[in-house]
């Protein structure tokens, strides 16, 4: 059988070369510190080695998110590979991870890592007009309509109101509003 296993740490690059589908492939990718639109570009090329039917990608997290757009992107392409796609947080999936984490069929969350949600936000570094200004404000919100959409999507609940204030779950937390599928680990409630 086919298996690989990727560490994505950005300070450490490292070329991939092109393959071919397999379809009993296994992938074991390693999402550590922040993403960026590079963190995309390098999964993508696992999903589509490994994005067929009867392949398996198994995605670990520990981040604290980072690009909202690559977040977003990495949950599409995910949700929309062919591949029973599994994820599990070790340490934390915050903001933008808190995406990729939902596009596992299954999700586990160790019990003592966390969980955590929240509205996007920018920071503006450029002189802007009062119409520049109202252009990434509606930006704003059409990322924000996405990101309501695929919290929905994984748990069958609204979370625009809580998004606003921001929510930070343990995983029992987790499992019980539907973002996670199982914890693990031997913690108490």
């Not at 009993?24 to 696992?46: A, M, P, Y």
């Not at 599990?88 to 949600?117: D, M, P, Q």
């Amino acid at each position: 059988m086919f298996y690989k296993k990727w560490l994505f740490a950005l300070i450490f690059p490292f070329v991939v070369t092109e393959a071919q589908a397999k379809p009993d492939c296994k992938s074991e990718i390693v999402i550590s510190g922040t993403i960026t639109q590079n963190t995309f570009l390098e999964l993508r090329k696992h999903v589509q080695e490994c994005g067929q039917k009867g392949g398996k990608i198994n995605i670990v997290l520990n981040s604290e998110g980072g690009n909202v757009v690559a977040g977003i992107a990495i949950y599409d392409l995910l949700v929309n590979s062919q591949a029973d796609v599994t994820t599990t947080i070790y340490g934390e999936a915050s903001s933008s991870a808190s995406l990729v984490f939902l596009a596992g069929k299954i999700r586990n969350i160790s019990c003592n890592s966390y969980l955590s949600i929240h509205e996007a936000t920018y920071t503006i570094s450029e002189k802007l007009s009062e119409d520049g200004l109202r252009e990434k404000l509606g930006e704003i919100v059409q990322v924000n309509n996405s990101i309501a959409r695929i919290y929905e999507a994984a748990t069958g609940k609204n979370y625009r109101k809580v998004m606003k204030e921001g929510l930070v779950m343990d995983g029992h937390k987790a499992l019980e509003l539907g973002f996670a599928t199982k914890v693990t680990g031997s913690c108490k409630k």
